[in-house]
T-cell receptor, first 116, second 118 residues
């Protein structure tokens, strides 16, 4: 079956540090890949996505590149801010033509805390 | 983006009672809603998919008589945990999808409901 594995947290960084959260996946089909972010007390929000190999998704300074050869979709940001403190989820979908419309398979989430 | 709400945000109940959780799409019509369950430090696990006006489709291992899902309108789905027991304590999250103006058709998530069964 399909699965997503994220690096375990929590991750604690100082403001302006470089962030990497690793994500690898296994899928029976050709998946679309997503990163979601959940701020305290709020629902999951789509942060970025990529629908085919070598695509790079980006938003709010975050980036992730769809690497089919390594089945990975690592999330990166060059300079984190305190406001980036949240839980980050990697996810995939194999039946939605590039949208998050279909069933999503999630990783376990990574808690990020950024200190001033 | 579109807004999905859940009510209540947290609930504590006694073992053996039933609890109803509501999921509403506030500014769009949700043709499909998903219900997820999340244990501490674990992933969101899809429980069921419900389409408006039809029976929910449950994932393998999810008891449909235990977790009753109703999607009677295009803006409301409910999850009822029947005869709740302490092992049902968890964080329940809904999401909704539907066609928005401009053809935007992503999945939008509610903030979740924390259920504690004593």
């Amino acid at each position: 079956g399909d699965s997503v594995t994220q690096m375990e947290g929590p991750v604690t960084l100082s403001e302006e540090a470089f962030l990497t959260i690793n994500c690898t996946y296994t899928a029976t089909g050709y998946p679309s890949l997503f990163w979601y972010v959940q701020y305290p007390g709020e629902g999951l929000q789509l942060l970025l996505k990529a629908t085919k190999a070598d695509d790079k998704g980006s938003n709010k300074g975050f980036e992730a590149t769809y690497r089919k050869e390594t089945t990975s979709f690592h999330l990166e940001k060059g300079s984190v801010q305190v406001s980036d403190s949240a839980v980050y989820f990697c996810a995939l979908s194999v039946d939605a033509g590039g949208t998050s419309y279909g069933k999503l398979t999630f990783g376990q989430g990574t808690i990020l805390t950024v200190h001033p | 983006g579109a807004v999905v709400s859940q009510h209540p945000s947290w609930v504590i109940c006694k073992s053996g009672t039933s609890v109803k959780i509501e999921c509403r799409s506030l500014d769009f019509q949700a043709t499909t809603m998903f219900w997820y369950r999340q244990f501490p430090k674990q992933s969101l696990m899809l429980m069921a998919t419900s389409n408006e006006g039809s029976k929910a489709t449950y994932e393998q291992g999810v008891e449909k008589d235990k977790f009753l899902i109703n999607h009677a309108s295009l803006t409301l789905s409910t999850l009822t945990v029947t005869s709740a027991h302490p092992e049902d304590s968890s964080f329940y999250i809904c999401s909704a999808r539907g066609r928005l103006p401009g053809g935007y058709n992503e999945q939008f998530f509610g903030p979740g409901t924390r259920l504690t069964v004593l």
